[in-house]
């Protein structure tokens, strides 16, 4: 992979990319978030959050074609109104477009050392102005994940397991699983069940049971969090907002931001991206 060869690992792309859509589909208010990474000049649409039929998935966008193509050869952010009329695109690809029912769409490059890793777009399901907010909105998302595979590049990292190419659903719905029984335990005022439901958490994060120092972690330096750290991080991962896991936890914004702050300084974080990389391999996350 491309982004490999530069130092930016493949992983680093796929997980610091899901998070940035997910933020790209609730600030910008677009029906999908989507990205593709750039490899040989061609971009590869591979990661995506929200309403889709799957017809986009694995398309690889020739130079200068598409409005992914069109973004890379300009080096710069490029909005349509209404894709599908645009007297200004190639059309190469109107079949897919028209199979996802999309219209106003965006797109912005995410460059590392001067070449492009990737693409974010995002897009409505009928015609409107994605210039405003939306633009700003996916140009701030591509210049804060730049920032984030800069870091990856450059800090030194113990080498985690290899990842199976694309998305892994299965691992995404444990690491919902974990948060949700972190969440109900949190709810229950039977002690035995409660502590029942975490040590089943424990198991999803691939370690033994609490307080042995033990599991994949191990060979790192112990960090230790609070109960209600863990339950924050847990959601953190998931690439929640403050706001939501404060009113998952019953917590105001002020507090979810100081667990934030104090879990980042544990795990010696600089972002909440990093606080969850570093805490998977730490072994306190799945």
Not at 151 to 168: I, Q
Not at 172 to 201: F, H, S
Not at 211 to 224: D, K, Q
Request: proline fraction near 6%; avoid cysteine.
């Amino acid at each position: 992979m491309a982004e490999r060869d530069r130092g930016v690992g493949a992983g680093d792309v796929r997980a610091a990319t899901r998070q940035a859509l997910g933020r790209v589909r609730r600030d910008a208010a677009v029906s999908l978030a989507f990205a593709g990474r750039v490899e040989d000049g061609r971009v590869t649409l591979d990661t995506f959050d929200g309403r889709t039929v799957g017809a986009l998935a694995g398309t690889r966008l020739q130079p200068g074609h598409g409005l992914g193509g069109r973004v890379i050869t300009l080096g710069r952010a490029h909005a349509f109104s209404d894709y599908l009329s645009s007297r200004s695109i190639s059309h190469r690809y109107d079949a897919i477009i028209a199979a996802e029912g999309l219209r106003a769409m965006a797109a912005v490059p995410v460059v590392v050392g001067r070449r492009p890793v990737a693409v974010l777009y995002g897009a409505l399901h009928a015609p409107g102005g994605l210039a405003g907010r939306a633009l700003d909105v996916l140009t701030a998302e591509a210049r804060a994940l730049e920032q984030e595979l800069v870091l990856s590049r450059a800090t030194p990292r113990p080498v985690p397991p290899p990842e199976a190419p694309g998305p892994d659903p299965l691992r995404e719905r444990v690491r919902a699983a974990y948060a949700d029984l972190r969440l109900i335990a949190g709810q229950l005022d039977d002690p035995r069940l409660r502590d029942a439901l975490l040590r089943t958490a424990d198991t999803l994060a691939e370690r033994t049971p609490r307080g042995t120092g033990e599991g994949p972690g191990a060979t790192l330096p112990a960090v230790a969090l609070t109960p209600r750290e863990a339950d924050v991080l847990g959601l953190v991962a998931l690439g929640h907002g403050n706001a939501r896991i404060g009113a998952e936890l019953g917590l105001t914004l002020h507090t979810v931001k100081g667990y934030v702050k104090a879990v980042m300084a544990k795990l010696g974080a600089s972002t909440r991206l990093e606080a969850a990389v570093l805490a998977r391999r730490h072994g306190l996350l799945p």
